[in-house]
């Protein structure tokens, strides 16, 4: 569609894709870990960053699916270096399993993409007793970069390569209460529950931006907004799977697509340095006043402290 076409500052617009943002990058250097890596963007992203010669950890909460995937791209890609590893986001013990697992290949570590989500249309809770959106899209992620960020740490300062730490957020994080984030409210079935998470996405990306900074630290944090792509996830919804069958597919971006922009911050050397940002169509984007008020992601980050490690 024309509205895909528009390049911006950086060259690149919503119609380019995974593969033309990151081309003649080499990354063989290189170790990501991906999560959702066995389906949709996350695929995609994982297809692309083992094309350009990435060593990426595919963390799935479907192993089977994962192994799939992995077959598929090992016969594009032979030279492919991929692993699989399991991890639920919804489940602390398993998100805390899979980090000791990891950890313990002692592997560098330069590359974090918080990619994984699910939108859900009814009110569920997680295997920790938190609403399953708010735990799976932030908290789960969340957990999993607190638990990885030493290492990232020592990987960027031992190879003087840049880290990056890349959250998927969603135009989505716009349509919230006027608070932002229903801190008193996290467990009850309120309106805007995945906008919410989606909002700490971006807030989670900040304060992590601002605390690196802080630290003197080589690592970037930035979120990301795909742009609306056809995936299992949108499928979840059932009023974005009507409105998916009324407008037709021609309207959304390709998978190639909607991993540009995930791929772009992850690789790209225009991206160097840059932290504490919101991307969307491989630029910087505008996201609301509520994903840039510094008060509201610092009190997240210490109720996501409380959360995930209750004293």
């Not at 995937?69 to 399991?86: C, G, S």
């Not at 700490?200 to 304060?207: D, K, M, T, V």
Request: net charge neutral.
């Amino acid at each position: 569609m024309w509205f895909f076409e528009r390049e911006g500052a950086s060259g690149f617009s919503g119609s380019s894709t995974a593969e033309q943002v990151t081309q003649g990058i080499d990354g063989t250097n290189l170790t990501a870990i991906v999560t959702g890596a066995s389906s949709g963007i996350g695929v995609e992203t994982t297809r692309v960053l083992a094309l350009r010669g990435v060593r990426v950890i595919m963390a799935v909460r479907n192993v089977d699916a994962g192994r799939k995937a992995k077959e598929v791209m090992i016969k594009e890609i032979p030279a492919a270096k991929l692993d699989v590893m399991e991890l639920d986001l919804s489940s602390f013990e398993s998100i805390r399993k899979f980090a000791s697992e990891f950890l313990a290949l002692s592997i560098p570590l330069n590359i974090l993409i918080n990619n994984a989500g699910v939108l859900v249309s009814e009110f569920l809770l997680s295997k920790d007793n938190i609403e399953l959106q708010f735990a799976t899209n932030h908290l789960g992620h969340f957990l999993l970069t607190n638990l990885l960020l030493d290492a990232m740490k020592t990987t960027a300062t031992q190879s003087n390569i840049e880290g990056r730490i890349i959250n998927v957020s969603s135009m989505g994080h716009k349509f919230v209460n006027k608070e932002g984030i229903q801190f008193d409210k996290i467990n009850q079935d309120t309106r805007y529950k995945y906008g919410q998470s989606k909002l700490a996405n971006i807030l989670h990306s900040n304060e992590l931006a601002r605390r690196l900074k802080e630290e003197g630290i080589p690592i970037t944090a930035n979120s990301v907004h795909p742009g609306a792509v056809v995936t299992n996830l949108m499928r979840e919804g059932r009023f974005l799977h009507g409105l998916i069958n009324m407008v037709g597919k021609y309207m959304f971006k390709s998978i190639q697509q909607g991993a540009a922009t995930t791929c772009y911050v992850a690789l790209n050397q225009q991206v160097k340095g840059v932290s504490g940002e919101y991307f969307s169509d491989c630029n910087v984007a505008k996201a609301s006043s509520l994903a840039n008020a510094q008060d509201l992601a610092k009190k997240l980050w210490d109720f996501s402290l409380n959360l995930i490690d209750p004293k």
